[in-house]
């Protein structure tokens, strides 16, 4: 009678257990999900990470702020104000400053990769290069949204106050506009050191067409290509000249100048009729990259009754644009016809 009771006694916590704990819609107990470990998720993102930072472009020229990012959304840094006059055989008590800084709130932009749907598989099984297959067609994605984002942030609207504007001079090519030549980066070292820009850290970017155009055409940029270490690949993306670090951008930002309106044509336009191909130039100590937070969205099987599909993506928070509000030293060099 005893071990009968005993029994019943186990089986009856047993019950209730399982009542008590197993979700349940109405009167109806469903089955508990599978578990998702919190290791997936570490796996996910560390390599999502990973393969964020080998994405090696011109963007990596600029002035990464990202510690400032404390929270992994809000960017806080502060501008300093003007600099102290120089007084020269004063004879009276030299007056004093306070210094001033302007402290900026930026919040991070939201860059969301589309999700992932994948059937009838169990995610934490995954072996660690399809994770990888999947983090870094997202790395990719992402990143080449940034960069373009960042071009157009960096590219200014127009010339005015520590902003040039020049045309290119060279011949015609095929697709109906001048090319860029060295004479072009010989006056736009001109118009910098007249406008007072600082000396190190100048980079231009270029799209592919002009690069080739500037580098081909000419002995000293060409031969720079020609002492390239012989590793038997040739990739060049980087060539210098006067000052410059000129890169050659491997995605099509989709740059343009209206020259009917003599401004930066909006992002997204297409490049055609008054709308021409155009370059950029930034200082690096003048500009800032900002790299937040990445996270990662999963829904499980159980959860996915309509989808009847595992879903995962991921989000990164980022930012680029100009550290000072008043001068911004950029420029905007774009194909005349």
Not at 51 to 69: C, G
Not at 273 to 280: D, E, Q
Request: charged share 20%; glycine share 6%.
């Amino acid at each position: 009678m005893k071990t009968f009771l005993r029994i019943f006694f186990v089986f009856l916590v047993a019950a209730l257990g399982a009542f008590l704990f197993a979700p349940s819609v109405g009167s109806v107990l469903l089955a508990a999900p599978a578990v998702v470990l919190d290791t997936q998720r570490i796996v996910f993102l560390t390599s999502l990470k990973e393969e964020y930072q080998k994405i090696d472009t011109w963007l990596s020229e600029a002035e990464d702020l990202s510690s400032f990012a404390a929270d992994g959304q809000t960017l806080v840094f502060p501008e300093a104000g003007a600099a102290p006059k120089v007084y020269k055989n004063r004879t009276t008590d030299v007056d004093e400053v306070e210094p001033t800084e302007t402290v900026h709130k930026v919040s991070l932009d939201v860059y969301d990769s589309q999700n992932y749907k994948i059937r009838n598989i169990n995610m934490h099984a995954l072996p660690f290069d399809k994770i990888q297959h999947y983090t870094r067609k997202s790395a990719d994605s992402i990143v080449k949204q940034e960069v373009e984002d960042a071009a157009h942030a960096f590219a200014p609207e127009q010339a005015g106050n520590k902003v040039i504007v020049l045309p290119t001079t060279g011949t015609v090519n095929a697709q109906g506009v001048k090319a860029m030549t060295l004479d072009d980066i010989v006056t736009l070292a001109r118009a910098c050191d007249n406008e007072q820009f600082p000396d190190e850290g100048r980079n231009i970017v270029l799209p592919a067409d002009m690069w080739w155009d500037l580098v081909t055409n000419n002995p000293i940029l060409k031969g720079q290509i020609e002492r390239m270490p012989n590793t038997g690949i040739i990739e060049p993306k980087v060539v210098n000249y006067y000052g410059f670090k000129i890169h050659k951008s491997t995605q099509k930002l989709g740059l343009g100048y209206d020259t009917s309106q003599n401004k930066k044509a909006p992002q997204g336009t297409v490049i055609t009729g008054n709308i021409v191909p155009a370059a950029f130039l930034f200082v690096s100590s003048e500009v800032f990259r900002a790299s937040g937070e990445f996270l990662m969205f999963n829904k499980d099987l159980q959860q996915n009754t309509s989808g009847r599909a595992y879903e995962f993506g991921f989000q990164h928070r980022f930012k680029a644009d100009h550290q000072l509000s008043g001068s911004r030293y950029s420029g905007l060099i774009y194909q005349a016809k």
